[in-house]
């Protein structure tokens, strides 16, 4: 059974930053692409950020292009979300996201359970 575990998530002001971190245990790391989600209350799920399963490709949604870089080290099957110069409206609930073999878009087959960044004024 694949797991994903987030953590990293808390409080911090704007212009600060925050690492989530991804723990994967279960399955063939390498074999995923890899991919950070957000959702606000009353909003869709939205890719943030992915990395393709093999090689270098990554994929960032404009609101972060030039802030957030994703990174994965499958040494550790874990990957990483270093934010930058966050904003109130980067708050959101922030999920994990794997698909087999995917693409850096990453559609998800296996999910984790969230972890919350809040970014004050």
């Known amino acids: 059974q694949v797991q994903l575990v987030e953590s990293g998530g808390g409080l911090v002001q704007a212009g600060g930053s925050l690492r989530l971190s991804c723990a994967v245990s279960?399955?063939?790391?390498?074999?995923?692409?890899m991919g950070w989600f957000r959702q606000t209350p009353g909003k869709e799920r939205e890719i943030v950020a992915g990395?393709?399963?093999?090689?270098?490709?990554?994929y960032f949604a404009n609101s972060v292009k030039g802030r957030f870089t994703i990174s994965r080290d499958n040494a550790k099957n874990t990957v990483y979300l270093q934010m930058n110069s966050l904003m109130p409206e980067d708050t959101a609930v922030y999920y994990c996201?794997?698909?087999?073999?995917?693409?850096?878009?990453?559609?998800?087959?296996?999910w984790g359970q969230g972890t919350q960044v809040t970014v004050s004024s």
């Open positions: 996201a794997a698909e087999v073999r995917g693409t850096a878009i990453v559609r998800g087959d296996y």
């Open positions: 279960g399955g063939s790391f390498s074999n995923y692409a």
């Open positions: 990395i393709i399963w093999r090689g270098s490709s990554t």
